[in-house]
């Protein structure tokens, strides 16, 4: 009996493992139904023609509300705005620019993120644009446009000279001069801490004389190459992605932009299904390369339907047999699992030691300022830790590492908290939106009412034990955070146990009724 009895506690306590390993695998798993995060992702085009007289913001409105409702998993819009109507004005007067921050406005609202292009046609037309010193005076003139929405400005692409913005086919963009005043002005107007893209990588070359690129040591600074990035439409068209480069230099190229994207902005558009530069293997593979951060939606449909069409066979099996769209989608810019947390510290008045280990499994990296904070909430109250960590310097070996170090509030009450880490916007014109904050792509950290994402339980109190926690038991923790509802893996586990119980009993009582028979012999 005694044997039957340690059987049972050694089963109890396995079944205990397997429940407890079943909650761990489920939480820290990534969740691939999250897509939405900020500054990255999929964009959907909303073009707007600049009239002389009144603007039709219902027009507008209708064209978010329509993004609202039919693509829910796109974060940017690229916000083309036309100056065709303007080609014989001096000035954009000061009205039209209140317009202009109101279609702003009304993209805040909304929970998304500019791409801002500013352009003289957006048809395909030849020599567009007005006299030079016209495009210079509106380049002034929209100043007040960069600044006013640089909280939701993402990247700046170029723009104002040939069809479409892009530099080609029109009266100034084969003449270094007049390129590189534009960009010159760009780099008065634009606010430091936005980026500018450009449509070529010898436009960023050509104007600074070097192939250097951005370093770790001068990212994210005010130096110029640091405020470079680079938009392509025609990525992956062709082996020139459609004279983006010479076939003679497209090795060379390609690596140069996957050493400068690092720590700028990159995206475009993808076109031409039938290169097999897009197919999906290899498009993955020059995604990682040059860390593509965000894609046009609706740029080549049957591109897009060819990932749809493909399924993802690579190494990460939870995409396995998945369509390559989700792989890509999923994977634009950065892409944040939790894979670690450690807490040191629960006394009031002294310092709390936190190290987060986030993997990034993107394609690109964090590129803009975000804030840091650390929120400590249980029934009663809540303690927000703001910290001063500039997460995009945190990189290392594909991990972001925060070493969280400061003090709790002198007055926080002793007791269990749930710990959150929100990473949101230096703009108070954003902190309500919750589309404006990263959100960990780990299965139920996400919480709504915090705007964060929850790292796990900590009890506060002077003769609190609990020195450090690891991620095996914080995330396991994770299902008293949200909702009851069943686990499937318990469940499993659980019957597992249950039949494994069974088995042992029979084969005791086998083996004891062998040992009383030799005994009786």
Not at 137 to 143: A, G, I, T, V
Request: charge should be negative; glycine fraction near 6%; charged fraction near 25%.
């Amino acid at each position: 009996m005694k044997k039957i009895l340690a059987v049972f506690n050694i089963i109890l306590i396995l079944i205990f493992f397997i429940g407890t390993t079943a909650v761990y695998a489920d939480i820290t798993e990534e969740d691939i139904s999250i897509v939405k995060n900020p500054d990255r992702g999929l964009y959907k085009l909303v073009q707007v023609e600049l009239q002389n007289e009144e603007e039709n913001f219902d027009d507008f409105e209708k064209k978010v509300d329509e993004i609202n409702e039919n693509d829910k998993e796109v974060s940017l819009i690229l916000l083309e705005l036309n100056l065709k109507n303007y080609v014989q004005e001096n000035n954009i007067s000061k009205n039209k620019i209140i317009e202009i921050n109101k279609y702003f406005s009304i993209i805040r609202k909304n929970g998304y993120k500019v791409i801002f292009r500013v352009v003289y046609d957006s048809v395909g037309q030849t020599n567009s644009e007005p006299e030079f010193n016209i495009i210079l005076q509106h380049m002034d003139d929209l100043k007040e446009i960069y600044t006013t929405n640089k909280d939701i400005i993402f990247v700046v692409e170029a723009g104002f000279l040939g069809t479409n913005g892009e530099w080609i086919n029109g009266k100034y963009d084969k003449y270094m001069t007049e390129k590189n005043k534009i960009i010159e002005k760009l780099l008065e107007i634009v606010p430091e801490e936005i980026q500018i893209s450009f449509r070529k990588p010898t436009y960023i070359t050509d104007y600074l004389s070097s192939k250097n690129t951005v370093t770790e040591s001068n990212a994210f600074s005010t130096d110029i190459i640091s405020r470079f990035g680079l938009y392509n439409s025609g990525y992956l068209e062709s082996e020139t992605d459609s004279d983006t480069y010479n076939k003679l230099e497209r090795t060379e190229s390609i690596n140069w932009q996957g050493l400068q994207t690092k720590y700028t902005i990159f995206g475009g558009e993808a076109k031409n299904w039938k290169s097999n530069y897009n197919d999906l293997e290899n498009a993955i593979k020059d995604m990682f390369i040059r860390h593509c951060t965000y894609l046009n939606k609706n740029a080549d449909e049957n591109v897009i339907e060819k990932w749809k069409g493909t399924l993802y066979t690579g190494t990460e099996e939870i995409y396995n047999r998945k369509s390559g769209y989700v792989y890509i989608q999923n994977h634009l810019g950065y892409r944040l699992l939790l894979t670690n947390v450690k807490f040191n510290g629960t006394e009031a008045g002294k310092n709390a030691e936190v190290l987060i280990n986030l993997e990034n499994i993107g394609f690109g990296n964090i590129l803009k300022e975000k804030t840091i904070t650390l929120i400590y909430k249980n029934t009663s109250n809540t303690y927000k830790i703001e910290t001063n960590i500039d997460i995009r310097k945190q990189l290392k070996d594909g991990n972001y590492v925060l070493q969280i170090n400061e003090k709790l509030p002198d007055d926080m009450k002793d007791g269990e908290y749930n710990v959150y880490l929100s990473i949101g916007e230096p703009y108070e014109s954003l902190k309500d939106n919750s589309n404006y904050y990263i959100k960990l792509v780990n299965k139920n950290v996400w919480n709504e009412e915090t705007k964060g994402n929850y790292l796990g339980k900590v009890t506060i109190g002077a003769n609190t034990n609990n020195k450090e926690t690891s991620s095996s038991n914080i995330i396991s923790q994770a299902t008293n955070n949200q909702e009851s509802t069943t686990n499937p893996k318990i469940v499993i586990g659980v019957i597992a146990g249950i039949v494994i119980i069974i088995f042992l009993i029979i084969i005791i009582i086998i083996k004891n009724k062998k040992d009383t028979d030799l005994s009786i012999k």
